[in-house]
């Protein structure tokens, strides 16, 4: 059984953020996984499927960002997904728009979300993949950077950071271990 989960914030305001690229990567997932996300539960939605045999959920919290915790604890609980079956996926300000790095563990490293899922997880070991957006330029404010849009000349890389995540993802449903697509992805 594995529960991969996208971080970002409900509504069309937000589609196409940076913030969302974790929604966009579970909705690459889905459409990759043929895995509908069609249940409205836990504060989110959510699909299941097979996947080379594996049991997937594909989550994306719709509490917005500071509250996804609020989500994933429950939607683990009530279908008793262990947490090394965890991959939460979400931007991060100090990587490169286009890198990705798997993590088994970390801190929130300032970001709402991971403090939330922390929180309410009771620990900051759980898998983790972390997709650059970049710092912003000029002196824009991080809030407005993270909740604006890509940039035309990052679009390639945008994309290239959602198809690395999604066949990280399919490896892992091939029966790796995450330490071995760490290895293989990072």
Known sequence: MKL?????NPGEKYAGTRHNIGFDIVDACAKEFSIELNQAKFKGVYGTGLVNGEKVYLLKPLTYMNL???????????????LEDLVVIYDDLDLPVGKIRLRQKGSAGGHNGMKSLIQHLG?????????GVDRPKNGEPIVNYVLGRYHPEERADVISSIDQSVNAMKSWTDQHTFLEVMNKFN
């Not at 991969?4 to 970002?8: M, S």
């Not at 996804?68 to 262990?82: C, K, N, T």
């Not at 620990?123 to 997709?131: G, H, M, S």
């Open 68 to 82: 996804s915790g609020e989500s994933v604890r429950p939607l683990m609980d009530y279908f008793q997904i262990p």
């Open 123 to 131: 620990t900051q070991e759980f898998n983790r993949i972390r997709v």
């Open 4 to 8: 991969i989960v996208g971080l970002g």
